[in-house]
């Protein structure tokens, strides 16, 4: 089935192209979701003569997200998240919780516009690049830190941890006394 796209689809292609794809594809998600319509002759017209315009739409979507991505572009959010001891978070940062900060900050952004590869499962310093049009891309700053307990928590451990590795030696000094008193008492 021959097609000509209305909107620019990832994978797929750009407005006004015309392509074969699969019928079922075509009928069932292109043509209900009005991404596309059939490539007849007439159709094939109107895309020529709607060709400038759509040049011009794309010049001026790229043009809006250039201008958010030198806006977005100083952004640094913080993320506070309980976590263990070893810097390991109890749950994840994901683009549900980035879009989430963003929109806070006053930016409408899609979450499947941030290209997060896999939850933030760590604390630490994190560049995220989001993907604001095909040809402009822009990295944020995530910054995860632990939350108040956690923090705590793990400076205990950390004080705790020097005492335990003396407290150690002293207990491999009495085993050998142990071992002596034991045959004394047979």
């Given at each position: 089935m021959e097609v000509?796209?209305?909107?620019?689809?990832?994978?797929?292609?750009?407005?006004?192209?015309?392509?074969?794809?699969?019928?079922?594809?075509?009928?069932?998600?292109?043509?209900?979701?009005?991404?596309?319509v059939a490539a007849t002759p007439q159709n094939r017209k109107w895309v020529e003569q709607q060709r400038v315009r759509?040049?011009?739409?794309?010049?001026?979507?790229?043009?809006?997200a250039q201008e958010l991505a030198n806006l977005m572009a100083d952004i640094e959010m913080v993320m506070t998240?309980?976590?263990?001891?070893?810097?390991?978070l109890f749950g994840s940062v994901t683009a549900m919780d980035i879009e989430e900060a963003l929109a806070a900050q006053g930016f409408k952004i899609d979450r499947r516009k941030i290209q997060l590869g896999s939850p933030l499962k760590a604390?630490?310093?994190?560049?995220?690049?989001?993907?604001?049009?095909?040809?402009?891309?822009?990295?944020?700053?995530?910054?995860?830190?632990?939350?108040?307990?956690?923090?705590?928590?793990?400076?205990?451990?950390?004080?705790t941890a020097p005492?335990?590795?003396?407290?150690?030696?002293?207990?491999?000094?009495?085993?050998?006394?142990a071992e002596e008193s034991a045959p004394e008492a047979s």
């Open positions: 000509i796209l209305l909107e620019n689809i990832d994978k797929l292609g750009s407005r006004g192209q015309i392509l074969k794809v699969a019928d079922g594809y075509g009928r069932n998600y292109l043509l209900p979701k009005k991404l596309a759509f040049l011009k739409l794309e010049a001026s979507e790229k043009a809006e998240r309980r976590s263990g001891e070893k810097g390991q604390l630490g310093e994190f560049d995220v690049p989001i993907k604001l049009h095909r040809e402009v891309t822009v990295n944020v700053k995530v910054k995860v830190e632990g939350d108040a307990e956690s923090v705590q928590a793990a400076a205990e451990a950390q004080e005492e335990a590795g003396k407290a150690a030696p002293k207990a491999e000094e009495s085993i050998p006394e």
